[in-house]
């Protein structure tokens, strides 16, 4: 069973929580290029509000003189008052429509700057390395970053508002000050404390959380296969719901009471912290009754100095609390531009060089050698061979033989550790990569079953093409999917998969066509079918590879099989054994040789393999 591993539970500095502040200038950058008129018109919208708190208090007070004059009968006017009543009123309207409106603009904007990060993190995940994907930690800084997409709308929020009540309080500090400026001390020293508790706190939350970020990620893994169409099948079948329950349920507890210990000690400390600014506020209370008492005040002015002192010290906790927690925010945000930050190794060099229209000379392994990042074995060797202009050649090998692995290479999704692969002569890493990548087609043995449509399936071979219906029908005519669309509702509209309304199974050998598909949607000059027809009958495979050579004419084609009733169709043959050239040649000359490749075919053409 997973257990937490060696974390960092050591919190983080101030200093370092006030660096995280330098993350909020791009994020504001973010918000305003996401929507400039929704930002600039909920900016307006706050400074106005930020103003009617003051307004207000200072309405009230006149209102309260006016009634006591008039009540001493130092007045006989009311109109001053009455005029006073419908302008806390017409406030109060303002107020609530501005507060709506900014609520509104909060969560439209929100919702923007959401989908347009996960654009971005889309876009950005897709631009890296293969192996980038293997690697543990960078799923953990890819899990960070895909949560903070969703996440910031409260820190876009938060923001704002600081604005609004920093301006707010502003307003009313100066009426305060006209007063008696020891009162703003007062207020100042009054909140501290809780400040400085909750900035605390929220470094030990963050440091808590990225901790757990391995054991959230399994968490939320073993939730998805637990209740997801795709693992159903065995789940049930090995009974498999306990044994995924109580593995959830041991990391969920730790994760629970590690959490708990933390909002408890916060809670504690938070209510005793901003117990003395309750204090400080009563203390300024008793000062300003003695002085209304002493008539140096009037009731008015009392009401407008406790209400302001009282909203400036909730304002002021509130600044500070959210301040705290905007430096919290942008810690994390921290996860996100980190991710962005992340740049593939395998890219295109400056001056690089387009794929040729025609290839006269071939592919070239120089002395290959390959071992995976991470790994200490060696998953290709001093490989050498050349791939001549328009040849077929079949690799096969026992599993882990590193066939797969060879034509990852030749597409460049990695590099070679030793040695190169070139093409006219070339390096391969001079070509340019999109050059590269349009001119090279390939379908995996893992190839992606997407819950698209029939025909969509088939265009993601060559998504620029995606409109081109008449494409789409040749391409699926010579993989033979077309017998396998007529025969859907909806044919080539047709939802495939379960997990959307109205979608249709198919059998994995159906899936196989489809995706086979796929090969000739683009005009590639090196087609790589890497197994993606285990799941066909042998005749079936057979029709379909003969279809293919046929079809791709004097193209380059490398097929990876097992079947050798296929692999014969080729020119040549390369056999790999551990990662090694073993034997290389055609059918006949494989067998003349009578090695390895010659006993495997008999064995399988009596029936063994
Ligand atoms: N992403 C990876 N990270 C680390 N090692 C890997 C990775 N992929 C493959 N390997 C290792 O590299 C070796 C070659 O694997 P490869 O997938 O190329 O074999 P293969 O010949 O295609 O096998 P099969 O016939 O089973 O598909 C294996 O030992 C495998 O364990």
């Known amino acids: 069973m997973a257990r937490p591993r060696n974390r960092q539970t050591e919190s983080l500095s ?37 103003v009617i708190p003051l307004a207000m208090l200072y309405i009230g007070k006149e209102i309260i003189d006016s009634i006591i004059a008039l009540q001493n009968g130092d007045a006989v006017d009311q109109e001053y008052l009455w005029i006073m009543v419908a302008l806390e009123l017409g406030l109060a309207v303002i107020s609530t ?70 301006i707010s309080i502003f307003f009313l500090g100066a009426g305060l000050v006209v007063f008696n400026p020891w009162l703003i001390l007062l207020l100042f020293l009054a909140v501290i404390p809780s400040f400085l508790g909750e900035s605390r706190f929220n470094q030990w939350t963050y440091s808590l959380t990225r901790s757990w970020t391995p054991e959230r990620r399994e968490l939320d893994y073993l939730r998805y296969i637990g209740a997801s169409d795709e693992f159903a099948k065995e789940v049930k079948t090995f009974n498999l719901a306990d044994f995924i329950t109580k593995r959830f349920a041991y990391l969920a507890d730790k994760y629970y009471h590690a959490n708990r210990k933390l ?21 300024a209370y008793v000062f300003i009754i003695i002085q209304t008492i002493g008539g ?58 387009a794929f040729p229209e025609k290839i006269r000379e071939g592919f070239r392994f120089d002395n290959v050698s390959f ?36 034509v990852k290479l030749l597409a460049r999704l990695y590099e070679p550790t030793e040695g ?16 590269l990548r349009d001119n090279i087609g390939i379908i995996f043995q893992d190839y992606m079953r997407f819950q698209f449509r029939a025909g969509e399936n088939i265009a993601v071979g060559n998504i620029g093409m995606i409109e081109d219906a ?10 033979l999917a077309d017998t396998v669309i007529e025969e859907l509702p909806d044919r080539y509209q047709q939802m495939l998969g379960r997990r959307f309304a109205d979608g249709v199974e198919l059998s994995g050998g159906q899936w196989q066509k489809i995706a086979l598909a796929r090969a000739y949607m683009r005009d590639a000059q090196l087609l790589i079918l890497d197994e ?11 029709e379909v590879f003969q279809r293919f050579a046929d079809l791709i004419e004097d193209k380059n084609a490398v097929l990876i099989s097992h079947r050798f009733s296929t692999v014969r169709m080729a020119d040549r043959i390369l056999f790999l054994e551990n990662g090694q050239l073993l034997e290389l040649g055609s059918h006949e000359e494989l067998l003349a040789m009578n090695g390895k490749y010659a006993e495997l075919f008999h064995l399988q053409a009596q029936g063994y393999v």
């Open 263 to 283: 909002a408890v000690k916060r809670a504690a400390w938070g209510s005793g912290l901003s117990m003395i600014g309750t204090l400080a506020y009563y203390g």
């Open 371 to 406: 071992k995976y990042p991470g790994t200490e074995r060696w998953a290709i060797r001093n490989l050498s061979f050349h791939l001549l202009p328009g040849e077929k050649l079949a690799l096969v090998g026992e599993n882990g033989a590193g066939k797969t692995t060879l």
């Open 532 to 542: 993606p027809t285990s799941a066909l009958d042998a005749r079936a495979e057979h």
């Open 14 to 50: 101030y200093k370092e929580q006030f660096s995280a502040l330098k993350n909020l200038p791009p994020f504001f950058r973010l918000i305003w290029e996401t929507s400039k008129g929704m930002t600039l018109g909920n900016v307006i919208l706050r400074t106005i509000n930020s």
């Open 420 to 435: 190169a692969i070139l093409l006219e002569g070339v390096d391969l890493r001079e070509y340019d990569l999109k050059s």
């Open 470 to 479: 008449e494409l789409i029908e040749t391409s699926a005519r010579k993989s």
């Open 97 to 166: 429509l501005i507060n709506r409106a900014i609520t509104l603009l909060d969560s439209l904007l929100g919702d923007l700057v959401s989908n347009r990060t996960s654009v971005d993190l889309i876009r950005h995940a897709a631009k890296l390395d293969l192996y980038q994907f293997e690697n543990a930690e960078f799923y953990d800084k890819l899990e960070r970053a895909r949560r903070q997409t969703t996440g910031r709308t409260i820190l876009m929020s938060q923001i704002l508002s600081q604005f609004q009540d920093v």
């Open 296 to 353: 140096i005040i009037t009731i008015g002015t009392l009401t407008f100095l406790s209400g302001s002192f009282s909203r400036m010290q909730s304002m002021l906790q509130r600044i500070m609390s959210r301040f705290s927690q905007i430096a919290d925010s942008a810690l994390y945000l921290q996860d996100l531009f980190d991710f962005f930050q992340i740049e593939p190794i395998i890219n295109s060099k400056s001056g690089a060089i």
